[in-house]
């Protein structure tokens, strides 16, 4: 069989999305460059060192680096060295909750400059989330007049800490292309990086961009019923979301997946892209009741866990409160839109006395927080003088304490388990509560 020669693959933007794509391109043997206008990234990056956790990213680029898979450079120019362009920029929420196209706009127009005078073929694949219209309305009119140079819109479905996996395996590969050419290249590349072929939905750009966000408005979605079954739950002495959420979870119409009751969901990904698409329909005259009632519920959570410390007592001045559990979820480091800096601002503004802990986001939360709260290492520290433990995050760790360490180290025997990771049966001698408990 005769051997295609690889792609030569540029990626633009080294968050975690585009990081985790250039290292496993260049762990599947593709020459990669990853380019980013962060200086020190780029100089941390070249000796190995990431800004953020994911797991296994790490000796992954350390494999890429010494096998000179990998390079990293600030110079946009490089593109030309490559077939195909991967741009990943980040496409935050502006303040009004629309979407900000900055990073992706800037980047276009530089291709568009760079790219003028490329003799062979480039292909611009848009993997940033963007919403509908964004490639058709903005990006293809930046980069007119480009003969060699086709885009394709494929969108990415990774989650923060388990990116790695998801980039080997994901459920799907969706290519948004005007022409079949585009189409076509990208395909090629997906086959000499894939050994088994993912399916692959082949659509028109517009709807390869809806796609992502009614994918994610989906998994909002699912968490915001859950809760709201919670918050129901919360009221029926005895009834247990858990045993719910397995139920209806068999059912093969709705599915098991994300429906883990919670303190609502948090990420870079899920409440600005529910807010961007808020923002999006509006401009029709959509009044948009359905995602807005869904990011209402998410807000709730903080409030439902203010008002079990309320009906608990403990909303006052003189509590000490244990915080176990930091990042938005489990195995990342990241704090974006997570309930714990909500919930520790709004603590603080009512005199309580904040003690934290998490294995991996400890660090990012003193660069917010200074020195208004007390940090600690080790598990027992933080319960150590408690009037209260707040759950926060699902930490594999944290789901092995046993009742005695908190018995040992906490002045009373109170528990918010938020994320339901305890057998409230084992914390019968504890004033437990939880998100979708009845009242115990
Ligand atoms: C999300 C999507 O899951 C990815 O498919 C998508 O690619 C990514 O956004 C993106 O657009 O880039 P991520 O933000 O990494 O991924 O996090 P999730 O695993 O989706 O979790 C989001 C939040 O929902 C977390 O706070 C998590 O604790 C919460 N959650 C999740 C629940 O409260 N209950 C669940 O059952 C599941």
Redesign the pocket.
Known sequence: MIQMKKSKISVIGLGF?GLSLAVINAKKGFQTIGIDSDKKKLKNLQKAKIDFFEPNLSKYLKESIKSKKISFTENLAQVLKTDITFITVGTPSAKDGKIDLTSLKKVVSDLHKILKNKPTSHLIVIKS?VVPTTTTQIVLPLLKNLKNVGVAVNP???????ALD?LMKPHLIVIGSKNEQDYKTLERYYKQFYQIMPDVIKTDQNTAEMI?YA??AF?AT??SF??AIANICQKLPSVDVNTIAYAIGKDPRIGS??????????????PK?LSALIKFSEKFGDHNLFFKAVENMNQLQLLQIIQMLKSMKLFNSKKVISILGLA??KD?DDLRE??SVKLVKNLLKNGLKIQVHDPMALLNFKNIFQEKISYFKKIEDCLEGANCCIIL??WDDYKKLKPTVFKKNMKERNIIDTRRIFDPAKFTEFNFKAIGLGPM
Request: hydrophobic share 35%; glycine share 12%.
């Open positions: 999305v989330t990415e479905f990774l989650r923060e800490g388990n998801d992502k994918n994610n998994l699912k968490i859950i809760n997946q994300f429906l883990q009751a919670g303190p609502g969901f948090g990420g870079s990904c899920l892209d938005f979820k990342t997570a309930v995050t699902e």
